[in-house]
Antibody
Framework: EVQLVESGGGLVQPGGSLRLSCAAS????????MDWVRQAPGKGLEWVGR??????????EYAASVKGRFTISRDVSKKSLYLQMNSLRTEDTAVYYC???????????????WGQGTLVTVSS | DIQMTQSPSSLSASVGDRVTITCRAS??????LAWFQQKPGKAPKSLIY???SLQSGVPSKFSGSGSGTDFTLTISNLQPEDFATYYCQHYNGYPLTFGGGTKVEIK
């Protein structure tokens, strides 16, 4: 069974930093793309960024709203995905979800499994 | 960036009804369209990928169709557990974007 468990959320001041983690289990972590998606209080879903799989050298993509401030990485030995968030702004306040993007050797599809989310609050 | 527009933003329906939600892309996305269900306080759940393919374990009461710019999600025989917010998302290039959501409420 695929399981994704986020951690690391909390209260941080504007301009501060925070690192979120997503522990993965139940699948071969290096085979699949991984996304971060966030949801501000009372708002819709916003894609934050992606790391591709080993076959695609774990390259990354980001939304314009976070590019240059957020960095996605993964530690395959720990089966963990990370989101390093720097220069945080009040508008980054949201629940952050990690999601697996299902991939076969031929192609990748859409997200098929999600974590429960972790809340990040940026406030002074 | 590709904009995804969902309609309606909310709808009221009764148990047993059939409902249809529309998602329109600002440019053609082939069939690279997914649908998600989200209940209050919960993580999204993946329902459909490639516009019309059901994720494993998703009941056949959910169906998707469309290609290019216009897509629909249809829910048949609405049950209490189906009352939720539904989102579409394209994955035809970056950035990926979601529709604004459609809240399905009990009439």
């Amino acid at each position: 069974e695929v399981q994704l468990v986020e951690s690391g959320g909390g209260l941080v001041q504007p301009g501060g930093s925070l690192r979120l983690s997503c522990a993965a289990s139940g699948f071969t972590f290096s085979d699949h793309y991984m996304d971060w998606v966030r949801q501000a209080p009372g708002k819709g879903l916003e894609w934050v960024g992606r790391t591709r799989n080993k076959a695609n050298s774990y390259t990354t993509e980001y939304a314009a709203s976070v590019k240059g401030r957020f960095t996605i990485s993964r530690d395959v030995s720990k089966k963990s995905l990370y989101l390093q968030m720097n220069s945080l702004r009040t508008e980054d306040t949201a629940v952050y979800y990690c999601a697996r993007v299902y991939c076969t050797p031929i192609r990748c599809y859409a997200s098929d499994s999600w974590g429960q989310g972790t809340l990040v609050t940026v406030s002074s | 960036d590709i904009q995804m527009t969902q309609s309606p933003s909310s709808l009221s329906a009764s148990v047993g009804d059939r409902v249809t939600i529309t998602c329109r892309a600002s440019q053609g996305i082939s069939n690279y369209l997914a649908w998600f269900q989200q209940k209050p306080g919960k993580a999204p759940k993946s329902l459909i990928y490639d516009a019309s393919s059901l994720q494993s374990g998703v009941p056949s009461k959910f169906s998707g169709s469309g290609s290019g710019t216009d897509f629909t999600l249809t829910i048949s025989n609405l049950q209490p557990e189906d009352f939720a917010t539904y989102y579409c998302q394209h994955y035809n290039g970056y950035p990926l974007t979601f529709g604004g959501g459609t809240k399905v409420e009990i009439k």
